[in-house]
């Protein structure tokens, strides 16, 4: 059994090379050309979005050629496939890989979308592979993907929404109001439909950081132990505060500091912080 996913999961290349991750690029369209999301770093991409200022990039989700690649090569070597993927309510990317597996068998490719993004993301890619390299079968690993899929949380804010309303994701109304009224807004990625909603705003990003970390000691209270991913654009101080403000409020097992995908950062701008979280005992063999 083998893993593919795509580069929103914001694995990194140790996990990638060690679990022997099958990662499909996203593509970020730049007025000089396309880049594979796979082959810039994030500060290079932000640099690169400063320079091209006003204007933005835009992206692209793989083809289905791309995953019909993958999944080839792979079943070749007389592996099955489960192939997870950033939420169908925020990319097309899993339709791709439905057009790619429609070459093969139905019980050699296992599509899972994913219904999330980011932290969340990894956290299913991860147990996947983990399971996959100690020879699990696959209901055994789609029925964990299951449930690490109705307990994580993905939330986070943003320092401006300009990136959004240039790249059309809020009206011009909207963005021009969260300047002049310094709204920084709640973002969750909801669990019903993988789509993106807003769960609170506030004035300043300590005060919405403090509301992240209200959300999450809500959701899981005191005892649970959590595996948190900070996440972050170019925030390192404000990912490190958000970082302790998680710790004093709720049982963290496991505690790590990441970059977010250039690909979501598309959309975002630098100005994103943010967590996921996920009980530590569905990540078996992880923690």
Not at 76 to 97: K, N, Y
Not at 247 to 257: A, C, D, T
């Amino acid at each position: 059994m083998k893993i593919v996913t795509d580069c929103a999961a914001d694995l990194t290349k140790d996990e990638i090379d060690a679990l022997d991750i099958n990662v499909a690029p996203l593509f970020i369209q730049f007025p000089e050309g396309e880049v594979s999301s796979n082959d810039i770093t994030p500060d290079d991409f932000y640099q690169r979005l400063k320079d091209i200022a006003p204007r933005i990039p835009t992206t692209a989700q793989p083809s289905a050629g791309i995953f019909t690649d993958i999944y080839k090569k792979i079943i070749e070597i007389g592996e099955d496939v489960i192939s997870i993927h950033i939420s169908s309510g925020l990319s097309g990317t899993i339709e791709s890989a439905r057009l790619g597996a429609a070459q093969f068998p139905s019980e050699l490719v296992h599509l899972v979308d994913s219904l999330t993004l980011s932290g969340g993301e990894r956290f299913q890619v991860l147990a996947a592979a983990v399971d996959a390299k100690a020879g699990r079968k696959v209901e055994f690993i789609l029925e964990k993907l299951t449930k690490i899929r109705a307990s994580t949380e993905v939330v986070y804010t943003l320092e401006t929404l300009e990136y959004l309303q240039r790249g059309g994701r809020i009206g011009r109304v909207q963005a021009l109001a969260g300047v002049l009224f310094h709204i920084k807004p709640i973002i969750r990625v909801e669990k019903s439909d993988g789509k993106y909603s807003t769960i609170g705003k506030e004035r300043t990003i300590p005060k919405a950081l403090d509301a992240i970390t209200e959300h999450i000691a809500k959701v899981y209270g005191k005892e649970t132990p959590l595996w948190v991913s900070v996440l972050h654009g170019q925030l390192a101080e404000q990912a490190n505060k958000l970082a302790d403000l998680v710790q004093k409020r709720v049982n963290v097992g496991k505690l790590e500091i990441l970059r977010i995908s250039p690909v979501l950062g598309v959309h975002t701008g630098p100005g994103i912080v943010g967590l996921a979280a996920v009980p530590i005992h569905l990540m078996e063999g992880l923690d």
